[in-house]
């Protein structure tokens, strides 16, 4: 009978170190997860902090279409053209549009009709630089736009 009662305990003390070790393991597994998700939050607020733009020269190209120059005037680059949206506001039927990025002119999209005299970093807009950036609208009569990069640093402007 001793034997047995020595083999049980054995067992619940193996079995207790086994989920001591497991509960162990999930805590410090848990707790690489979280510090690695507040190191990207702090990049990714850094990153934002240092994007600024401005936008000039805004001018109508006919009734529905525009364009305007974009100035870095922040620390970072500003590369990531795909996830940059232009949000217009439409007089003539009250609505806001988006319009996504497009390497091509084409109605409902916005793309960008000049580079600058940069020829090294020809697809990012780094600080000091400039862009001429053209908007075919759906609209008959824009009034309003804004532009929007991806990480949610924005400018805007009225159309005359």
């Given at each position: ?33 979280v ?6 939050a ?9 994007t ?18 974009i ?16 949000i ?6 009250n ?66």
């Amino acid at each position: 009978m001793a034997v047995a009662d020595l083999i049980g305990a054995a067992v619940g003390v193996i079995l207790l170190v086994i989920v001591a070790y497991m509960l162990v393991g999930g805590v410090i597994s848990t707790a690489q997860i979280v510090t690695s998700a507040q190191k990207s939050a702090t990049l990714l607020e850094e990153n934002q902090l240092k994007t600024d733009f401005s936008i000039t020269n805004v001018t109508m190209i006919d009734s529905s279409d525009f364009s305007f120059t974009i100035n870095n005037t922040g620390n970072e680059p500003i590369s990531d053209f795909t996830h940059m949206d232009v949000i217009a506001y439409d007089r003539s039927s009250n609505a806001y549009s988006l319009y996504p990025y497009s390497m091509s002119a084409s109605t409902g999209k916005w793309t960008i009709v000049s580079q600058g005299n940069d020829l090294i970093h020809q697809s990012e807009l780094y600080p000091g630089n400039s862009y001429i950036i053209e908007v075919m609208t759906t609209g008959l009569s824009p009034y309003w736009f804004q532009i929007t990069t991806g990480n949610g640093v924005y400018a805007s402007a009225f159309l005359q």
